[in-house]
């Protein structure tokens, strides 16, 4: 068991990539309610809520008492993790009905977005690790929320606004490609899976923008499908690649960065489900099944690692 001095110290020294978990359990809670796991999935929901509420409360008090370490930790990339976290839960939240709750959450996720990634983007620089997706990760979850919100509501100008993060996430996608250091397929600590991870959320937002107003008939529809079908083709590359790269190199020492390789296994996995009715390719349906059960595995593996990393050390008596 842990002492409780060891967990405030844990805690206090938690990193900004810490949002990571709130993305995985909450995406598996997507995935899980999407196959027809409505207990499981609650329960995913519960684990992702309280992180949540936990690091939003961490994030206020840096911010009113620490803002040297605020600003410092606003200048990493995974700062963004507050953003995407944010959407993820609010994307639950909605599927779930409850639209006021998701509503309340874009907001806030739509407030803090532009100044983190304005700090993030400034500070880019070259060969960085696969945390520099996370803008386009974010992003994507805005356009995610708001079309799922827009669809239910039949809001036309939200819609169009899911539409532009799309389309800016598409960009940033393509401008953090640019920057990120390939090596880390073969030696990354667990995030350069957010090199495809990115690419899913792509798809599920534009599988969610295919069936809201954005998306309704016309060219709009077609381009939107073949856009989703195409950024989901990808992210399965990244997918097979990244695997093969893991059996290669194993990596089996726990590091934080870790729920970040669990996030886009479970983010592939929705896509696919999302996807498969919206775009009429009936076959991602059992393909997104078997990718989450491969996610749910990853997120139990990873947290046995972390109670074991969390274990105190006994020195032998001399």
């Known amino acids: 068991m842990l002492s409780r001095s060891h967990l405030r110290d844990w805690w206090a020294a938690l990193p900004p990539a810490a949002g990571g978990a709130v993305m995985a359990a909450g995406i598996l809670s997507v995935g899980l309610e999407l196959t027809g796991h409505h207990l499981l999935s609650l329960a995913a929901l519960a684990l992702s809520a309280l992180l949540w509420l936990l690091l939003a ?5 840096r911010l009113a008492v620490d803002r040297g370490r605020f600003r410092a930790d606003a200048y990493t990339p995974a700062a963004l993790t507050a953003v995407a976290a944010t959407t993820v839960l609010g994307a639950r939240l909605s599927q779930l009905g409850r639209q006021d709750a998701a509503a309340a959450l874009l907001v806030l996720a739509a407030l803090i977005w532009p100044g983190l990634l304005l700090a993030v983007v400034r500070h880019w620089r070259r060969r960085m690790p696969g945390v520099v997706f996370l803008g386009c990760v974010a992003t994507q979850g805005l356009a ?4 799922a919100l827009a669809t239910v509501h039949r809001l036309d100008w939200l819609a169009r606004a899911a539409l532009a993060c799309f389309c800016l996430g598409v960009l940033l996608y393509v401008l953090a490609l640019r920057r990120f250091d390939f ?3 073969l030696g990354g600590a667990g995030d350069h899976w957010v090199a495809g991870g990115s690419l899913a959320i792509t798809a599920l937002a534009g599988a969610r923008l295919t069936a809201s107003p954005a998306g309704a008939g016309g060219p709009a529809h077609a381009a939107l499908r073949t856009a989703t079908l195409t950024a989901l083709a990808l992210s399965l590359v990244w997918y097979a690649v990244l695997l093969a ?3 290669r190199s194993p ?6 960065r870790r729920w970040s390789t669990v996030f886009p296994l479970g983010m592939t996995a929705t896509a696919c489900l999302t996807a498969a009715p919206v775009t009429g390719v009936a076959p991602l349906r059992p393909l997104g ?3 989450l059960w491969i996610a749910a595995a990853a997120w139990a593996l990873t947290c046995v690692a972390f109670l074991r990393s969390r274990r105190p050390v006994r020195r032998r008596p001399r």
């Not at 990596?251 to 934080?256: A, E, F, G, L, N």
């Open 57 to 61: 409360a961490d994030f206020t008090l």
């Open 289 to 291: 099944e078997v990718l």
């Open 144 to 147: 995610v929320l708001a079309a």
């Open 251 to 256: 990596r089996p020492r726990y590091d934080i």
């Open 183 to 185: 090596r880390e397929v």
């Open 245 to 247: 790269a893991e059996v």
